[in-house]
Each structure stands twice: as structure tokens, then as C-alpha cells.
């Protein structure tokens, strides 16, 4: 088959790159603002890509910027062929993808196929032509129950709080399915023309010279037959657990394994990155199976406790869960939907990962400057979320009426303090948004941003900027980081985890006191100081050193 022409290509085209990749989240509009509305867009995205290269990340992944009304930050697309003016325009997307790849870096975009917009073309058109109407069937719409069709057709909670149902207005009263918010009904796809329009989708993206796409909801596509009930309310908490009639169906795999032959087609190595919430690592090992998805993303991981035995425990099994399809393990500690690790880890074990309280701020850097290198330690793939390697915390303090998590004004549902996460980073010490615009930012950013301002750190060789530089030169260089699928542990006092790869030790000290352990080379790295004494040297509490041999 003769490959498909691309807009650009990036400069390392070896076909493995993904296997050892570290990739940059970026939320647009929270990264840089170039026009300055006070929203980030593709233009201060494209300003910025030197930084990302200096950082030494391989690719950027990029939330949507797709055409949307905004209802979930994004995730509810109008038109997954349009950028969103706020964005900017296809011109401006085309002009960010060349000048990454001029720099050696790869574009990944997210991709939202469980659900679209309520404006949707399909779906305006849907609820206008009424019950019968062929685009009604490219969606999930069903007569109520009860005496007058008044109850949901089912007992389905939506992931932001209340029934996964809204009935429609009129005289035929149907309901539709949404997940999500109610402005984002989700798609049928057991219907030919959804899959035919995501194929369409894909190479519309791909052509546009795209590496690969983020699969948001991955393991929500495909429903139950007959769509049956749970039998029971707050269904949140079985998320994680159980495998629920509405995510992680089975027939979602043969939806990528289609998907799989799409990428094959352009060179390059385009990939596709499962986000699958799922009961197991097992489980997400299905994603990524040789002919479905190149990665999965790691929820077990991030949701782990800075407890020794906890980590080990969730790091065995998600290598243990690769090894037999072949797939790359990764890696993450933050994201735009959890509270970032600065300040998880600055509040006791067990809280989850949506926190409203700050924490002890200097506690939650040293773990998370610690957890980073951790992180960046083991095989396969890592990723980073924009402003974890300034040491960002979560603004815990928003006030409740500047906050725009949909979930937050929905009872019963997530705890709907995303934004905390989201607020835009700051690039200077000084200036009316810390240099991420010149017209302020659609989230208020604390008094103290500057501080903790890329300018502020650039050149401190203390700073966490420069500790993440530092590891990812490092993680590039040696040979004994990066892909693979083991790490050997090492005797090591409770607490302490220690393993070995090829010609490299890692020591990570998880408890707040210090202890005393073999010297086991010469130091690469530490998260924090570390003072030799001979055949031993002292390893502070919540510390992690990197070792060469």
C-alpha cells in the first residue's frame, strides 16, 4: 500500500521511538496565550515549543482544541475537523505541527470518539427530525419507563453526578445517553456509520502530518447489549473496581484493532495511547495488544501511595501485565483531571486524587521532586504534565464562583475541583499573568506564581526546572534508562525501594527519616542532597538518588 503524504515529518523517524518516549501534556489553554484574551492558544503553544525541546521530551500531546461550545473544557466537540477560535485555525495547527517537527518533536492530539457535542451537526439534526430518525440510531436515544416514559430507560449514573440520561423536550419525550455532562451525548457505535466517520477522522489528522492521538475514554465505547441496569446508586465507586456494562466491553478492541491498520499505513510510526480506566493492569494490557493500541496509560501508578511496598506492588504488576503483549509500560503522576502530585503527595496517604486542602507544601515538593526521578527510572514510557517541572501545587483556594469543572455543579458526581490543576503557568516572575499573556488569565493564579516562574528557575541548579532537565538528559544518554521490561530489585531497608537496570541503580528512600546505605557508584543525580561517607552515604527521607556502575 503506498504510504499516505504528510504535511511534515519529524526529524527521528525510527519506529520504535514510542516504546521509550517521554511525552508533554499540554492544556492549551492554559500553556501560553499569544493573543492575549486571557486563553491559551495554538499560536502561544507554537511560541513555546523551544522550551518543551530544551526540557529533552520527545513528544507533545495536546488536549482538544477541536470546534466546541465549552460545556467540559473541550471534550465536548462540535467539529472534530475545526479548531475552536479560541484556538485559532487550522492554519495556526499546521504551522505548530511543521515547527515542532523542524525541533525534533512529536504532536500528539487527543481524540474524544465516546461522545460528541450536543451542537453536533448529528445530533442537532437528530433531536430536530425526532423519534425514528436515522441519525437518532448513531446515538443512544430510548423511550422512558414508567407510566408515561417519565424514569430513564435505565439506572445509569453519569460519571459528573445524576442519572446518565436527559429526556428530550417536545412531545415525543425520549431520552438520550450521556456519560458525561449532558451536553455530551455519546455516540452508538455499534452503528457502521460512527466507525466510518472516526476512520475519516483519523486520516484527516493523520494527513495533517499528526504522530498519534490520545484516545480519550478509550475503554467507553462499546455498551452492553440491551444496556442493563446496575442495581444500585453510587456507582462512582465501583469505577476502578468492576467492569462496569458501560466501560471496558470487549467489543471495544476490535473498534482498535481497525484503528491499527489506519496507522500502519502512514510512515513514521504514528501510535495511538489508550486513556482506559480499568479494574487491572491486565485488563489495560488488552488495549495493547500487538494489532490494537501502542500504549496505555497507567492509572494504577498514579494512583498510588508514596508507600514503599504500595509502589513496588503496582510497579511488578504493570511490567508483569506488558511483558506478554509486548507493549511498553508507562508512567504518569499528573494529569488535567487530578490534582497534581505536588500536592497529593503534601497531604496524608488515601485521600484520592481530586484534594481540596494544600497540604505541607515543602513535604509534597521533596516526594514529588522524588517521585519524578523515580518515574523517570523506570522502563518504557513517561509522561508529564505541563508545570510539574516548575513544582507546580494545585490551587486549592479557587473561589467557587470563577470555578468552570462541569462536575463541580452537579451533585453527586466527581468532586469537581479540576480547575485546580488547570490554572495557566507562569512563564516570568513579573506581569499581569506571569508571562502566560498580556490580557490576564481565564483562571486567577495565586500571588506567589511568579516564585515558581520558569524565569525564576532557569539557571538554579537547585530548581525542580533544572533537576527535570538534568533527568531527562540523563534518561536519554545512558543506556541503562529508558525502554525495557524488568528492573532487578535490590536488598534495601524497609521503606527504601532500590532496583537495578543495565549499568544504573536507582535508590528511593520513601520514609521521612534518613538512612545509611552502600555507596552503589557514582551519583548521576538525587532530588535532594546526599552526603557520602566513604562505603556508605546517608539517604534523606523521601529522596531519590540515580547511580551509574
Given at each position: 500500500?503506498?504510504p499516505h503524504?504528510?504535511a511534515?515529518a519529524p526529524?527521528?523517524?525510527?519506529?520504535?521511538?514510542?516504546?521509550?518516549?517521554v511525552i508533554y501534556q499540554?492544556?492549551?489553554?492554559?500553556f501560553?496565550?499569544?493573543d492575549?484574551d486571557g486563553m491559551?492558544d495554538l499560536e502561544?503553544?507554537?511560541?513555546?515549543l523551544?522550551?518543551?525541546r530544551?526540557?529533552g521530551?520527545d513528544?507533545?500531546?495536546?488536549?482538544?482544541?477541536?470546534?466546541?461550545?465549552q460545556a467540559d473544557?473541550?471534550y465536548?466537540?462540535?467539529d472534530y475537523r475545526?479548531?475552536?477560535?479560541?484556538?485559532g485555525t487550522?492554519?495556526?495547527a499546521?504551522?505548530?505541527?511543521?515547527?515542532a517537527?523542524?525541533?525534533?518533536l512529536?504532536?500528539?492530539?487527543?481524540l474524544?470518539p465516546n461522545?460528541s457535542?450536543?451542537?453536533?451537526e448529528w445530533?442537532?439534526r437528530a433531536?430536530k427530525?425526532?423519534?425514528g430518525?436515522?441519525?437518532?440510531?448513531r446515538?443512544?436515544f430510548?423511550?422512558?419507563?414508567?407510566e408515561?416514559?417519565?424514569?430513564?430507560?435505565n439506572?445509569?449514573?453519569?460519571i459528573f453526578g445524576?442519572?446518565?440520561?436527559?429526556r428530550t423536550?417536545g412531545?415525543?419525550g425520549e431520552w438520550y445517553l450521556?456519560?458525561f455532562?449532558?451536553?455530551?451525548p455519546?455516540?452508538?457505535?455499534?452503528?457502521p456509520?460512527?466507525a466510518?466517520?472516526f476512520?475519516s477522522?483519523?486520516r484527516f489528522w493523520?494527513?495533517?502530518?499528526?504522530?498519534?492521538?490520545?484516545?480519550?475514554?478509550?475503554?467507553?465505547?462499546?455498551?452492553?447489549?440491551?444496556?442493563?441496569d446496575?442495581g444500585?446508586?453510587d456507582?462512582?465507586?465501583?469505577?476502578g473496581n468492576?467492569v462496569?456494562?458501560?466501560?471496558d466491553q470487549?467489543?471495544v478492541h476490535?473498534i482498535y484493532?481497525?484503528w491499527?491498520r489506519?496507522?500502519?499505513?502512514?510512515?513514521g510510526?504514528r501510535?495511538a495511547v489508550?486513556?482506559?480506566?480499568t479494574?487491572s493492569a491486565?485488563?489495560?494490557?488488552l488495549?495493547?495488544?500487538p494489532?490494537e493500541?501502542?500504549?496505555?496509560?497507567?492509572?494504577q501508578?498514579l494512583?498510588?501511595?508514596?508507600?514503599a511496598e504500595a509502589l513496588?506492588e503496582?510497579?511488578?504488576?504493570?511490567l508483569?501485565?506488558?511483558?506478554?503483549?509486548?507493549?511498553?509500560?508507562?508512567?504518569v503522576?499528573?494529569?488535567?483531571d487530578?490534582?497534581?502530585?505536588?500536592?497529593?503527595?503534601a497531604n496524608?496517604?488515601?485521600?484520592?486524587?481530586q484534594l481540596r486542602t494544600?497540604?505541607d507544601?515543602?513535604?509534597g515538593?521533596r516526594?514529588?521532586?522524588?517521585a519524578?526521578l523515580?518515574?523517570l527510572a523506570?522502563p518504557g514510557s513517561?509522561y508529564?504534565?505541563?508545570?510539574?517541572?516548575?513544582?507546580l501545587?494545585d490551587?486549592?483556594d479557587l473561589?467557587d464562583e470563577?470555578?468552570q469543572?462541569?462536575?463541580?455543579f452537579?451533585?453527586?458526581g466527581?468532586?469537581?475541583?479540576?480547575?485546580?490543576?488547570r490554572?495557566?503557568?507562569p512563564?516570568?516572575v513579573?506581569g499581569s499573568?506571569?508571562?502566560?499573556?498580556?490580557?490576564?488569565?481565564?483562571?486567577p493564579?495565586?500571588?506567589?506564581w511568579?516564585?515558581?516562574?520558569?524565569?525564576?528557575?532557569?539557571g538554579?541548579s537547585?530548581?525542580?526546572l533544572?533537576?527535570?532537565?538534568?533527568?531527562?538528559a540523563?534518561?536519554r544518554?545512558h543506556?541503562?534508562l529508558?525502554?525495557?521490561t524488568?528492573?532487578?530489585?535490590?536488598?534495601a531497608p524497609?521503606g527504601?525501594?532500590?532496583?537495578?537496570?543495565?549499568g544504573f541503580?536507582?535508590?528511593?528512600?520513601?520514609?521521612?527519616?534518613a538512612?545509611r546505605m552502600p555507596?552503589r557508584?557514582?551519583?548521576?543525580?538525587a532530588?535532594g542532597?546526599v552526603?557520602?561517607?566513604?562505603?556508605e552515604?546517608?539517604l534523606p527521607?523521601?529522596?531519590?538518588?540515580?547511580?551509574?556502575m
Amino acid at each position: 500500500m503506498t504510504p499516505h503524504l504528510t504535511a511534515s515529518a519529524p526529524a527521528d523517524t525510527h519506529t520504535t521511538w514510542w516504546q521509550d518516549a517521554v511525552i508533554y501534556q499540554v492544556y492549551p489553554r492554559s500553556f501560553a496565550d499569544a493573543d492575549g484574551d486571557g486563553m491559551g492558544d495554538l499560536e502561544g503553544v507554537r511560541s513555546r515549543l523551544p522550551y518543551l525541546r530544551d526540557l529533552g521530551v520527545d513528544a507533545v500531546w495536546l488536549s482538544p482544541f477541536y470546534a466546541s461550545p465549552q460545556a467540559d473544557a473541550g471534550y465536548d466537540v462540535a467539529d472534530y475537523r475545526a479548531i475552536d477560535p479560541m484556538f485559532g485555525t487550522l492554519h495556526d495547527a499546521d504551522a505548530l505541527i511543521r515547527d515542532a517537527h523542524a525541533l525534533g518533536l512529536r504532536i500528539i492530539v487527543d481524540l474524544v470518539p465516546n461522545h460528541s457535542s450536543d451542537q453536533h451537526e448529528w445530533f442537532k439534526r437528530a433531536l430536530k427530525e425526532g423519534p425514528g430518525s436515522a441519525l437518532r440510531a448513531r446515538y443512544h436515544f430510548r423511550p422512558g419507563r414508567g407510566e408515561n416514559g417519565e424514569l430513564p430507560p435505565n439506572d445509569w449514573e453519569s460519571i459528573f453526578g445524576g442519572p446518565a440520561w436527559t429526556r428530550t423536550s417536545g412531545p415525543d419525550g425520549e431520552w438520550y445517553l450521556h456519560l458525561f455532562a449532558p451536553e455530551q451525548p455519546d455516540f452508538n457505535w455499534e452503528h457502521p456509520a460512527v466507525a466510518d466517520e472516526f476512520r475519516s477522522i483519523l486520516r484527516f489528522w493523520l494527513d495533517m502530518g499528526v504522530d498519534g492521538f490520545r484516545v480519550d475514554v478509550a475503554h467507553g465505547l462499546v455498551k452492553a447489549a440491551g444496556l442493563p441496569d446496575i442495581g444500585g446508586a453510587d456507582q462512582l465507586k465501583l469505577l476502578g473496581n468492576d467492569v462496569m456494562p458501560f466501560f471496558d466491553q470487549d467489543g471495544v478492541h476490535e473498534i482498535y484493532r481497525s484503528w491499527r491498520r489506519i496507522l500502519a499505513e502512514y510512515p513514521g510510526e504514528r501510535i495511538a495511547v489508550a486513556e482506559a480506566w480499568t479494574p487491572s493492569a491486565d485488563r489495560t494490557a488488552l488495549y495493547v495488544r500487538p494489532d490494537e493500541l501502542h500504549q496505555a496509560f497507567n492509572f494504577q501508578y498514579l494512583g498510588a501511595p508514596w508507600d514503599a511496598e504500595a509502589l513496588r506492588e503496582v510497579i511488578d504488576d504493570s511490567l508483569a501485565a506488558m511483558l506478554p503483549v509486548g507493549a511498553p509500560a508507562t508512567w504518569v503522576l499528573s494529569n488535567h483531571d487530578v490534582t497534581r502530585h505536588a500536592t497529593r503527595f503534601a497531604n496524608p496517604s488515601g485521600l484520592g486524587t481530586q484534594l481540596r486542602t494544600p497540604g505541607d507544601r515543602a513535604l509534597g515538593l521533596r516526594r514529588a521532586r522524588a517521585a519524578t526521578l523515580l518515574m523517570l527510572a523506570l522502563p518504557g514510557s513517561a509522561y508529564i504534565y505541563q508545570g510539574e517541572e516548575l513544582g507546580l501545587p494545585d490551587v486549592t483556594d479557587l473561589p467557587d464562583e470563577v470555578r468552570q469543572d462541569p462536575s463541580f455543579f452537579r451533585a453527586e458526581g466527581q468532586d469537581g475541583f479540576r480547575d485546580g490543576c488547570r490554572v495557566p503557568i507562569p512563564w516570568t516572575v513579573d506581569g499581569s499573568s506571569y508571562g502566560f499573556g498580556s490580557g490576564g488569565s481565564w483562571l486567577p493564579q495565586p500571588a506567589d506564581w511568579g516564585k515558581l516562574s520558569v524565569e525564576a528557575q532557569e539557571g538554579d541548579s537547585s530548581s525542580t526546572l533544572e533537576l527535570y532537565r538534568s533527568a531527562l538528559a540523563v534518561r536519554r544518554t545512558h543506556p541503562g534508562l529508558g525502554r525495557g521490561t524488568a528492573v532487578q530489585w535490590l536488598e534495601a531497608p524497609e521503606g527504601v525501594l532500590a532496583f537495578a537496570r543495565d549499568g544504573f541503580v536507582c535508590t528511593v528512600n520513601l520514609t521521612a527519616d534518613a538512612v545509611r546505605m552502600p555507596v552503589r557508584g557514582d551519583v548521576l543525580l538525587a532530588s535532594g542532597e546526599v552526603v557520602r561517607d566513604g562505603s556508605e552515604f546517608e539517604l534523606p527521607g523521601d529522596t531519590t538518588v540515580w547511580w551509574t556502575m
